[in-house]
């Protein structure tokens, strides 16, 4: 059952090439019947749904799984991350077991102990409500000349669908380079991704399973400040909108971070997953890369969910002309509702789209049933 979207037990190269591993039914229209006059109003930059729900970036490879995703009643569709340059995944070097996915129990993570030591395995036995896993891929890519014409046949495909897309990118640090570098090559990236069509594109200033600084840019608000600049300046269309996808962060420092970001910005992302050391069976590092591999899925819901109340606070605080979206531990209708409440205008989800894609039915389902009509439109 858990290996339909994603086959764990193999590196994410082999589930980029042959996944996803089923037939997606069109959820759609089933979902719209189901949703009547309930819903949750919501507007994604001109896009308007009753289901504010979308697939974050990294869960969804090529083109089947973008086209599976829209058929499985997600509305905003967001690519993997693309880099300028080629790059394969975090893979074994003989020490680790060759894949980029483990599961966790869910009970496990006490954000309290980021030092704390967590035990993966290959198998899942709990609700799949309870979804929480790991990850470590290091942000690989194909190079811009096999990843634009994708995109170029996925916007064709969601606007033919009624549905959003985002392009994600991430620069690629020049040994001998600096931030300035780094800065343009972020820009590089988006000014691809929109020649090929894409209307909305996020910069990741917040992967943890990357060695090098493109990881945890959203800590140093002057260094974002130069990427989102550089990037927003380099746009050939004044209508790009621009994202930033950010880590966990406190109030002051959401706040530091917006009042250098906020002028060239229109949304925020937040949040990516929570750094841990995660062992196997044996006591072995169970995922290849750096020291720490991503926690992400059920766990982190209210890490997730205070990190959008803190971008709200600083929102309106500051009186920002921004949008916050919801990210991170949605992996049931009553997670969703937690975002919606917390002030997200929409939530995506990473870990649900591959280990519990019926997610949007389920949310619809949840929605119709209670009855809950709302408008988050301001
Ligand atoms: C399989 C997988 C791959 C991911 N790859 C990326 C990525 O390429 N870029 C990125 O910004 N975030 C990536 N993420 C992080 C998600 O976008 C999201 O921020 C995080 O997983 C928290 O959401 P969740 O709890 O719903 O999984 C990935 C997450 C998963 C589960």
Same mark, same amino acid.
């Given at each position: 059952?858990?290996?339909?979207?994603?086959?764990?037990?193999? %590196?994410?190269?082999?589930?980029?090439?042959?996944?996803?591993?089923? $037939?997606?039914?069109?959820?759609?229209?089933?979902?719209?019947?189901?949703?009547?006059?309930?819903?949750?109003?919501?507007?994604?930059?001109?896009?308007?749904?009753?289901?504010?729900?979308?697939?974050?970036?990294?869960?969804?490879?090529?083109?089947?799984?973008?086209?599976?995703?829209?058929?499985?009643?997600?509305?905003?569709?967001?690519?993997?991350?693309?880099?300028?340059?080629?790059?394969?995944?975090?893979?074994?070097?003989?020490?680790?077991?060759?894949?980029?996915?483990?599961?966790?129990?869910?009970?496990?993570?006490?954000?309290?102990?980021?030092?704390?030591?967590?035990?993966?395995?290959?198998?899942?036995?709990?609700?799949? $409500?309870?979804?929480?896993?790991?990850?470590?891929?290091?942000?690989?890519?194909?190079?811009?000349?096999?990843?634009?014409?994708?995109?170029?046949?996925?916007?064709?495909?969601?606007?033919?669908?009624?549905?959003?897309?985002?392009?994600?990118?991430?620069?690629? %640090?020049? $040994?001998?380079?600096?931030?300035?570098?780094?800065?343009?090559?972020?820009?590089?990236?988006?000014?691809?991704?929109?020649?090929?069509?894409?209307?909305?594109?996020?910069?990741?200033?917040? *992967? %943890?399973?990357?060695?090098?600084? $493109?990881?945890?840019?959203?800590?140093?608000?002057?260094?974002?400040?130069?990427?989102?600049?550089?990037?927003?300046?380099?746009?050939?269309?004044?209508?790009?909108?621009?994202?930033?996808?950010?880590?966990?962060?406190?109030?002051?420092?959401?706040?530091?971070?917006?009042?250098?970001?906020?002028?060239?910005?229109?949304?925020?992302?937040?949040?990516?997953?929570?750094?841990?050391?995660?062992?196997?069976?044996?006591?072995?590092?169970?995922?290849?890369?750096?020291?720490?591999?991503?926690? *992400?899925?059920?766990?982190?819901?209210?890490?997730?969910?205070?990190?959008?109340?803190?971008?709200?606070?600083?929102?309106?605080?500051?009186?920002?002309?921004?949008?916050?979206?919801?990210?991170?531990?949605?992996?049931? %209708?009553?997670?969703?509702?937690?975002?919606?409440?917390?002030?997200?205008?929409?939530?995506?989800?990473?870990?649900?789209?591959?280990?519990?894609?019926?997610?949007?039915?389920?949310?619809?389902?949840?929605?119709?049933?209670?009855?809950?009509?709302?408008?988050?439109?301001?």
């Amino acid at each position: 059952m858990f290996d339909k979207r994603y086959q764990i037990t193999k %590196p994410f190269e082999f589930n980029k090439e042959n996944g996803p591993f089923e $037939e997606i039914d069109n959820k759609n229209s089933q979902i719209k019947e189901i949703l009547g006059e309930n819903g949750i109003d919501a507007d994604f930059f001109g896009f308007k749904t009753k289901l504010p729900i979308g697939v974050a970036a990294g869960p969804l490879y090529n083109k089947n799984y973008m086209k599976g995703a829209a058929n499985d009643g997600f509305e905003v569709i967001c690519w993997k991350t693309f880099r300028s340059v080629a790059r394969l995944a975090h893979r074994s070097n003989g020490d680790f077991l060759g894949h980029n996915i483990v599961f966790i129990k869910s009970d496990m993570f006490d954000k309290s102990k980021t030092d704390n030591v967590l035990k993966g395995s290959l198998e899942f036995n709990e609700d799949k $409500e309870k979804v929480s896993i790991t990850n470590s891929f290091g942000m690989p890519s194909t190079l811009p000349s096999v990843w634009m014409p994708e995109i170029v046949d996925i916007e064709k495909f969601t606007e033919e669908n009624n549905k959003q897309t985002i392009a994600s990118v991430v620069g690629t %640090p020049d $040994e001998n380079g600096g931030i300035s570098e780094l800065a343009d090559d972020y820009a590089f990236c988006a000014r691809m991704c929109e020649l090929s069509g894409a209307k909305i594109i996020e910069v990741n200033l917040s *992967c %943890p399973n990357v060695k090098g600084k $493109e990881g945890s840019i959203f800590k140093n608000p002057k260094d974002a400040a130069l990427i989102v600049k550089r990037t927003k300046e380099f746009f050939i269309n004044k209508n790009t909108k621009l994202l930033m996808k950010v880590g966990y962060c406190e109030v002051e420092e959401y706040e530091e971070l917006l009042k250098e970001t906020s002028p060239y910005i229109d949304g925020v992302v937040a949040i990516n997953t929570i750094p841990m050391t995660v062992v196997d069976k044996e006591g072995m590092q169970a995922l290849p890369g750096g020291s720490k591999s991503g926690i *992400c899925g059920y766990p982190i819901l209210d890490m997730a969910v205070q990190a959008v109340k803190n971008l709200v606070q600083v929102k309106e605080k500051l009186n920002l002309d921004l949008r916050i979206f919801g990210c991170g531990g949605v992996t049931s %209708p009553e997670a969703f509702m937690k975002h919606i409440d917390a002030g997200a205008e929409f939530v995506f989800v990473g870990t649900a789209a591959l280990f519990n894609p019926e997610l949007p039915t389920q949310i619809a389902k949840y929605l119709a049933k209670n009855n809950i009509k709302r408008s988050i439109i301001k």
